[in-house]
């Protein structure tokens, strides 16, 4: 098939989550089917691109630029109009327009939109069917985030904007052929948001377990890590919670730990806070990590917002990091609490387990072995995207034929 995959960023390098996700797709894509690839991107990526090109018969970028003017300007559109403000802020006419000419100008059996922003560019045509790739249930993220800011303005508006973003999400996913979610739980909020079922298909996301390897770390350091996007809202609230009200209680136990958070754009609210910690160092992004991973006692992932699941603890089970998380960090993977990593929800819950997995060597090679055991029989790309395959096949054999 001729498949037209259509996505936010850029899907290399896999250093985030939906970075990680889509290269994977692209990668599993790309074995059975004629992959064209336009993407949006930011600065010079022409090395990035170059990498894809072994993967993709094409690929075209659309250079987009964030500001605080544009960013305005999409919220007048969403305060007049039906459209969220975090799909009008992503609307671009040169997006538009290159789809327009290539879907004339090619045959596409099928357009992969690959995150709800990108819904708005799968245009509707004869003959060509339409598949998104939703994430996340976006709504339900939307309202946890909601549920976990202190700022009433910001509250205010993070409510108004669930609130659409459900309405949205609902339509968007009725119209498309099929909808790839990643978990039964985001399943299930979608279906919420739609009102009905039918077209959604499960496809957790994966890594891959070829490149991730278990990595061998020095089990005297009694180092916590974090790694994540620190400029998405729901990592640096859960940082921010941890350092307030879960580290303390660490340290006053363990007064000789340390705590390594990575990741890029770190906001000023998570480096001052971390100023009045003593052992704690904010890298901001760093390329390469292996250092900090390998002299880590526990990855912690302190999220109370989010949805969809965490390539970030799929990655660090496929290394073998002992883990500590809350419900809604885990939220989506098929993990059970003592055999695969530590689930705790209280400040004092989170950091006894933490300490835990710091005292306790065989506990944490117990949950390190179990963790890498269930990412290679679950969470390998070449199993877990199988239904994708599926569906393309099930959506392309129901379209009518078109005669142009």
């Not at 109009?81 to 006419?93: L, Y």
């Not at 299930?188 to 077209?199: C, H, I, K, T």
């Not at 340290?251 to 890029?264: H, L, M, S, T």
């Amino acid at each position: 098939m001729k498949i037209l995959l259509l996505t936010l960023v850029l899907p290399y390098p896999p250093d985030s989550g939906p970075k990680v996700k889509t290269y994977n797709m692209v990668k599993y894509i790309s074995q059975a089917h004629d992959l064209t690839l336009v993407s949006f991107v930011r600065g010079d990526q022409s090395a990035e691109i170059e990498h894809l090109k072994q993967f993709c018969h094409a690929i075209y970028p659309i250079p987009i630029q964030r500001s605080r003017i544009k960013d305005g300007l999409a919220l007048f559109k969403s305060m007049v109009s039906p459209t969220p403000w975090v799909i009008a802020r992503d609307d671009r006419e040169s997006m538009r327009g290159l789809i327009s000419t290539l879907i004339k100008r090619e045959k596409f059996d099928l357009i992969h939109a690959d995150q709800l922003n990108m819904a708005q560019f799968a245009p509707a045509v004869p003959g060509i069917a339409r598949i998104l790739d939703d994430h996340n249930a976006v709504w339900l993220l939307y309202q946890r985030m909601a549920q976990t800011t202190a700022n009433p303005g910001i509250r205010l508006f993070l409510e108004r904007e669930w609130r659409m973003l459900k309405d949205y999400e609902g339509r968007i996913c009725r119209e498309f052929d099929a909808v790839l979610t990643v978990s039964d739980e985001d399943k299930q909020s979608l279906v919420q948001a739609m009102g009905q079922d039918g077209n959604l298909i499960v496809a957790p996301i994966a890594v891959d377990t070829e490149e991730l390897k278990p990595v061998q770390r020095d089990l005297q350091h009694t180092t916590i890590l974090h790694i994540g996007t620190m400029f998405w809202p729901p990592n640096v609230d859960g940082i921010l919670w941890f350092l307030r009200e879960v580290y303390p209680i660490i340290q006053r136990e363990k007064p000789d730990v340390c705590f390594n958070i990575i990741g890029a754009r770190p906001p000023k609210k998570v480096i001052q806070a971390s100023h009045d910690l003593a052992g704690v160092t904010v890298t901001g992004y760093v390329k390469d990590p292996g250092e900090y991973i390998r002299k880590t006692g526990v990855m912690v992932v302190p999220l109370r917002a989010g949805g969809g699941m965490r390539v970030k603890i799929l990655e660090a089970m496929a290394k073998g990091l002992p883990i500590v998380s809350t419900s809604i960090g885990c939220e989506g993977i098929a993990v059970e609490n003592g055999r695969h990593l530590l689930i705790a929800d209280t400040p004092e819950d989170f950091a006894q387990a933490t300490l835990r997995l710091l005292k306790d060597l065989d506990l944490s090679a117990f949950l390190s072995k179990n963790g890498r055991e269930l990412i290679e029989k679950t969470y390998d790309y070449r199993q877990a995207y199988r239904p994708v395959g599926q569906a393309y096949e099930s959506v392309t054999t129901r379209m009518p034929v078109y005669e142009a």
